[in-house]
Structures are given as C-alpha cells and as structure tokens.
C-alpha cells in the first residue's frame, strides 16, 4: 500500500513537472521565469531528500551527495533571480554562476558512488572514468575550451567560467557512461539519474556555444534535470540493486569504451586537419596522447593484475568447500594422490551421528553452524601437514602424510575426544557423535582403494559405535551387509518377518503382566536369522524405519486381539523396541499417534522401550521420547546400568520403567559385592517413583533372591521363551527347588 502511494506521488510529481517546463518558455518576464527555476528546484530538493529518507536505498549517502549539488543549483537560481530584480542586465560571471559550478563536484562524485561496482576495484573505476574523461576532454578542449581561452577580447574571469562549464560536463558524462553500463538492465531511477545527467551536459553545451538560446533552451533543460533528479530518488526502484551484466558482455563493453576513448587522438588530427579552418594543435593533442596512453597502460596492469587475482580466487573456490572452509573431496583426492608418491599415508573417514536429526528439529542454519564447529575441532589438535576435508554433507575425511598405524590411531582418537564435547549454537547444547574409520597404505598405491578402505572401516564403526581400523574381513563383511540389506525388503513384502512375545510376570506368583514384543526373521533358504545379525544392517542403511513402523502396528494389533479374546487375562501392556534411527526421525510421534488410533490400542497399554545410547545424545531422540510420553504412552529404559551416565537420563528423560540389565542379575545369587549394584538400583526406582524389571531372570533362585530385594517385575526364561502365543493364563512358582 505504501509502495502504491509513492507510485502515484511519483506520477504526480513527474506529471506536474512536465507541465511546468512546457509552459516555461511562456512566461512572460525573465524575472518570472528566474523564480519559477528557483521553486521547482525547491520543490525538487524536499522531494529528493522526501525520496531518500522513505527507501532508504543502500547508496544513501551518494544520494545525499546529489541533494546537495541540488541545492546549490537552487541557491544559484535564487541569487540570478534577485540579481535580476536589482539590476537591469546579469553581470557575468556572478555568483550565481559560483553556486552552479560548486554544484558540480558533489554531483560527480555522487554520481560515480552510484555508478560503482562491487565486483571491480576502485582504482579501477577511477582509471575507467579517467580514461572517457580524457578522450572527451580532449575533444572538448580543440573544439570549445581552446578557443574560448584564446578570446583574448573576453575578460579572463569570464572566460575561466566559461570554460569551467564543460570541463565539469566532460567529468559527469564519463561518470554517467559508467552508470548506464553498470547494468544489464539499469532500474527506472538510475535511467531517470542518466537522462537528469544528460540533459545538464546539453544545457551547459549549449550554453557555451549557442548563448543565444539561453533563456528558451537552457533553463528548461535545467528545468527537466530537476524533475529528473527528484523523481529518480523518489521512485521505489531507487532501493532496487542493479541486474549485473554477464561478466563476459561487461568486460566486452568496458573494452569498447576504452578502445573507443584511446582512438581521439587520430580522430582529432583527422576531422582538424581536414577541416583546414584554423592550425592543429600539436601540443594539446600531444600531451593528450601521453595522458591516454599513460591512463590505459595503468589500466593494462590492473586488467593483468585482477585477472591473476580472479584465477587465484577461482581455484581456492574450485578446492575449498564454501560453508567451513575446508578442502573439498577435488582437492583431498589431490593430496592423497600426492602422499602416496612420497610415503604412507593414513586416512580417516568419519559421518556425523546425530547430524540429520538436529537438522530436522533446528533447522539448516544451526547445522551449518554445526559443520562449522566440528570443521574447527578438526583441524586443531591435528599435526602439521594433516588435511581435513568435507567430502559433503556431514562427512568428513582427515589426511596424515607418511604415518605409522599408531600415529593414525592416536589421530582417530584425537578427533573422537574432541567430538565427544558438546557444541554450543546459540541456545542450544548439541552432542554430535561421529563413526570414524581409517585404513592405512597396506601394500597398496591406488589412492581409490586406499579412501574405499577407509569408507569401508567408516562404516563398520558407525555399525559397532566404536572407531574401527580397515582389515580384509570388512570387506566380506560389507559385502554380506549389502546383500542381507536387500533381502530384508523381499522379506517384509512376503511375510518372512515374524514378532514373538517375551512375557514379563508379577513376583512372586509369575502372573503374567506384559509382554514385550520381539522380531524374528524366517529366511526360506537359510532359516532363522538372528536379530543381532539383520538389525544393525537395517538400521545403517535407513530400512529400520520402515521394519519398526511394522513392528509397531502389528505388535499394537496383535495386543487388541487379545483384549478381545482373553478380556481380564490378557496382558496390560505390550513394549516395542525402538531404535535411535527411528527416534531421530521427526514424525516418529505421529506415527506412533496413527498407530494406536487406528488399531484401536490405548496409549497406557503400549510401552516404548529405548536404550541409553539412543538417548544420551540429547536432540530429537528425548524431544520425541517426551512427545510420546506427553501422548500418554509409557516409557522403558532398556539395558539399563550400562550406559555412560545412567542415573542422569533419569533427570532428562521422562521414564516409567528401567529394565535392569542382565548383567546385573547373572550373579545376583553370589555372596558379597555382586548384588550391591542390583539392590541400589530397586532402592532408586523406588526412590523415584519408577517401575523396574529384572531381565535376563533364568533360575528360580534368582527370581527368589530378586524379590528378596524388591524386586516385583521379572522376565526371562525362568519364566518363559519369546512365542507367538504366550500362555497368559499359567502361573508359576519363584521359589527355588
């Protein structure tokens, strides 16, 4: 709306202008005409300054420059007009003739701010402006300013105000040369600064040659660049940057130009000595010339210089990466290449854990910031003459020229004890992990193989969690991933997959309370496949998405079912197992809330069970864990006591339920230390209000010792092996023998 308005006072302003230098010349009086000049330019001056402070364009103060050129041309007008109320005659020169030519250098200046490039130098620009300048100037000075000095029957002040007429016109039209090819598509106010422009330079042409036509033509000109001036500023497209040109098409133009500026001189000789009217005038082409060729060879060199500076700039961009600074993958290759020529060389390749899923809840900025965190963490620590690169993404590649194993060993450590600190971004604390692999020369000069090696040992450490050295064997193991992660589609879309259900019991009756729902994999030519061997295949290569989305519904599924058909006896709850892959993901929640909606499950019957490790991260991983909890769904810490700091995920991570591990519960039945741990932890579940069931519960003396300490939830073998149709009506003893 506002933009609407400026348009329409714009029009106003151009329309109202236009009117008033058609009906100039039919004024009756000079006096009228002078006051006239001086209330337009007024008038031109408060709507340029109007003009500046609405757009606020980017070269505000160039503009501010030409708004006090303005207002010299207007104090000019105003001295002219009282000049001729209080004399019969303008004497000439006066200082209305001072006001007009102090108006020219902010105009000039002003105009070359405006007409300036980012892309080229100053010195350059100058030297450009320069070059038209001289070439124009030479011209002016055969034709017009030499014979005006050598009138030796007009007054010397005069005559150097005459002269100083177009000698400041040379200077603005070379300035405004560089202003209409600053674009390939100039806005309307920069095409309504060059016509201002344009019609100044044919005012003063004028009146330097043809003062007889001063009052019809020359102040209507000044009249019009008036209206020129005010209605560029005015105009919205004054904050609009210019479309540059094509590099290429600049570079032509500016050439042209130049080339154009330089053939004065013989153009000059040509058209004087032709014309045959008055003497060539050897000394004024002569350092004319010098002054040209000067101009352009200091051109030449800059022209040679940003040309050097250029390709300098081009290569770093062609071997850098542009958001952290690195080496690129182009240039890592390079320098492989090169250290295996000299030595052996180590390299290491790490992926960023962790990475996608702060892109998917914070957005792309703070994972730049990420990538630029850990690209510093890095490259300091490393030794001299260590590369690092981004070879894209979130992966990352480290180059040790001519070291040992233990010196890339003690590297790949290096990095994973910096990475192990969490990153501040702004308000948020992250902690990225990182699989790093690395693999050394070993008998091979193929700087392909050697990086295929470290790609190789890259991923057998995000499968393991653990940095990992390439050895042969991953290979086979690679290749044995790579065909168990295709066959894993066939499997889900015919019906190999199958879930059991492990059941959990009250102590000490064994009444069964839950289940927790596990998935076996019926493969037609090799059997059973353990759990342990396809799942962290599936979850490497992404398809644990989809498998556990599966597991989800048909385990939720299964569980109405039973409700159904088994009413009072049917188990209260049923636990899931869900990964961190899956908990990374940003409608895991919604998922979950689709599930339970349309199979009919309440929320309170469905357990999530997480292990330490998928949460210890922070990020997306608790954010979801506290969406699902705020769902109304409960939550199991599985394995716990092994993780890295089990006891403090109880403050970050909303938990109902920790699932002792069966590590602790093994020698539960020894004197001394072994059961300390186990009774510590029922003492802090009790303590926090939480539920906890021993897993891995295998004889009947455990079961007893287990509730001897408090313990009121059991599963495993003792009571019962993972079916698909556990017997929920069946209790049985705890007590040993």
């Not at 503009?63 to 006090?68: E, M, S």
């Not at 390939?184 to 016509?195: D, N, R, Y």
């Amino acid at each position: 709306m506002l933009t609407g308005r400026f348009n329409r006072g714009w029009s106003l302003w151009m329309g109202l202008g236009g009117l008033v230098c058609v009906g100039y010349p039919f004024v009756p009086s000079d006096s009228a005409q002078a006051m006239l000049s001086w209330l337009v330019g007024s008038a031109a001056v408060l709507v340029t300054l109007a003009g500046i402070r609405r757009h606020r364009p980017a070269g505000a103060r160039w503009w501010y420059l030409v708004l006090v050129s303005q207002i010299f041309w207007v104090l000019g007008d105003l001295l002219y007009w009282l000049d001729g109320l209080a004399h019969t005659g303008h004497p000439y020169p006066s200082w209305a003739d001072a006001c007009y030519l102090t108006a020219f250098p902010p105009l000039i200046a002003g105009l070359y701010g405006l007409a300036r490039s980012r892309r080229q130098r100053p010195l350059a620009g100058l030297v450009d402006t320069a070059i038209i300048a001289a070439g124009l100037g030479l011209v002016y000075w055969i034709f017009v300013i030499g014979p005006i000095l050598a009138d030796r029957a007009t007054p010397l002040l005069a005559r150097l105000a005459t002269v100083g007429y177009p000698t400041a016109s040379v200077l603005m039209i070379a300035v405004v040369a560089r202003l209409a090819t600053r674009a390939a598509h100039p806005t309307p106010s920069a095409w309504l600064l060059i016509a201002g422009s344009g019609m100044t330079l044919a005012s003063n042409v004028v009146y330097t040659l043809f003062p007889a036509l001063m009052g019809d033509v020359v102040y209507v000109g000044f009249l019009i660049a008036y209206v020129f001036w005010a209605g560029a500023a005015l105009h919205p497209s004054v904050s609009a940057p210019p479309v540059p040109r094509a590099t290429e098409r600049f570079g032509k133009s500016r050439l042209a130009v130049l080339t154009l500026s330089t053939m004065v001189v013989p153009g000059v000789l040509f058209v004087q000595g032709g014309a045959g009217t008055r003497p060539v005038s050897w000394l004024a082409i002569g350092l004319g010339a010098v002054v040209l060729f000067l101009l352009v060879l200091a051109r030449m060199s800059g022209f040679v210089a940003q040309v050097q500076t250029q390709a300098e700039q081009l290569e770093v961009l062609a071997m850098h990466d542009d958001l952290t600074g690195l080496a690129n993958r182009r240039l890592f290759e390079q320098r492989v290449r090169a250290a295996l020529r000299t030595g052996e060389p180590q390299v290491a390749m790490l992926d960023l854990t962790g990475f996608k899923a702060v892109n998917d809840r914070l957005g792309h900025a703070v994972g730049d910031q990420v990538l630029i965190a850990v690209a510093g963490r890095l490259r300091s620590g490393l030794r001299p003459g260590a590369l690092v690169a981004r070879m894209g993404g979130d992966e990352f590649a480290v180059l040790a020229p001519d070291a040992s194993d233990a010196d890339g060993d003690a590297m790949v450590a290096r990095i994973c004890a910096a990475l192990r600190v969490p990153i501040q971004v702004g308000a948020h604390k992250l902690l990225i992990g990182a699989g790093v692999g690395i693999a050394g020369t070993d008998g091979t000069d193929d700087p392909g193989e050697l990086l295929r090696r470290a790609d190789v040992a890259m991923y057998a450490a995000k499968a393991s969690g653990r940095q990992h050295r390439y050895t042969p064997c991953l290979d086979a193991e690679a290749g044995a991933d790579a065909r168990l992660g295709a066959e894993m589609r066939t499997a889900l879309d015919t019906g190999q997959f199958r879930l059991v259900y492990q059941p959990i019991v009250a102590l000490p009756d064994a009444h069964l309370v839950a289940v927790e729902a596990l998935i076996r994999w019926h493969h037609p030519e090799r059997g059973l496949i353990n759990p342990t061997d396809f799942i962290p295949v599936a979850e490497q290569n992404g398809f644990i998405v989809e498998l556990g989305a599966w597991i989800l519904h048909t385990a939720c599924t299964q569980a109405v079912t039973w409700q159904h058909t088994h009413g009072t006896h049917a188990p209260g709850r049923i636990g899931v197992n869900v990964s961190a892959r899956q908990l990374a993901e940003p409608g895991f929640t919604d998922l979950v809330a689709h599930t339970l909606t349309t199979t009919g499950l309440p929320a309170h019957h469905l357990v999530i069970e997480v292990t330490e490790t998928a949460v210890f991260g922070g990020g997306q991983s608790v954010q979801t864990v506290k969406d699902l909890r705020h769902l109304g769904v409960c939550i199991a810490l599985d394995d716990f006591g092994t993780g890295h700091s089990s006891l403090g995920l109880l403050q970050t991570v909303p938990v109902d339920t920790i699932k002792v591990d069966k590590t602790f519960v093994d020698t539960i039945t020894k004197a001394g230390r072994h059961a300390v741990i186990a009774t510590a932890l029922i003492q802090v579940a009790d303590g926090l209000g939480l539920t906890a069931v021993a897993e891995g519960v295998e004889t009947a003396e455990q079961a007893t010792e287990l509730h001897r300490l408090g313990y009121r939830l059991a599963q495993g073998y003792h009571f019962g092996r993972p079916v698909a149709e556990p017997d929920f009506r069946r209790a049985r003893s705890t007590v040993a023998g």
